[in-house]
């Protein structure tokens, strides 16, 4: 039985610069160009965030309406997934695009170390982002950065604050958070499966991390991350010419290991999302 591989690109993120390689997408219309290339290379599903006129992060909701609007019109049937991460605002601002209804939207569940600040997720505002998330129909993926997060996000299901099944990404190789090791990587996968049978999980590598979780996730049965929020090279001294660049290494990775790479349509039916009426 064949057992589709969904592949995110997250095209952009909060840090990464045209300093760091000129190819990062920025403005508005190079996200949406960069999306359309990754969308045909593979990916089902594009990770979200904007940036203002400075190139600085934000979470205002008329970039991401824009952005929107752009993937729909010219990656019909992609999942759009918007990010309430904190890099790109405070308190309920990180949820402010969640009434444009996107398919998916990030959800960091608890706090932990970033190389050189705390990723600060209070209980308060993650309750409040996942009943933004129930009200609007909009479905998480749990961004786990540490082991209490994937056991909070089971108890959030359980409890009714999080609709199952879970969707559960598992952040590897941040400094002071979750290393890419393969030990810990399988304990987190036994760990989901026991706390939440039903959950379906993805994983993301940062940096050099990146290939090597990407190798692990279609290995292992799971669904992957790639793109230029994490990381910007193909290689120690090369860096990638493009989001989709990084989609095909994904690809042929899913290859290796007689993954077929899962269709929008594969990867909503997967997911339970509702398929877009302009698809």
Known sequence: MSNPCIICVAITGSLPTKENNPAVPITIAEQIESTHESFEAGASIVHCHVRDDEGRPT??????ARLKEGI???????????STGGRSGAGTARGGMLPLRPDMASLSVGSNNFPNRVYENPPGLVDWLAGEMLKFDVKPEIEAFDLSHIIQAATMQKDGR???????QFVMGVKNAMPADERVFDFYIETLKRYAPDAIWCAAGI???????????????????TGMEDNVR?????????????????VGMCGKYNRPVATWKQ??????LRTPAFA
């Not at 979470?59 to 991401?64: A, C, I, V």
């Open 59 to 64: 979470s205002d909701p008329q970039r991401f």
């Open 162 to 168: 999080l609709k199952g099944p879970l969707y559960v």
């Open 207 to 225: 940096g050099s991390a990146q290939i090597v979780v990407n190798e692990w996730c279609a290995a292992k049965g799971g669904h992957t991350r």
């Open 72 to 82: 729909e019109k010219f990656c019909p049937g992609m999942i759009v997934q918007l």
């Open 234 to 250: 193909l290689g120690k001294s090369e860096l990638t010419p493009s989001n989709a660049a990084l989609v095909k290494r994904a």
């Open 267 to 272: 990867a909503r039916a997967i997911l339970a």
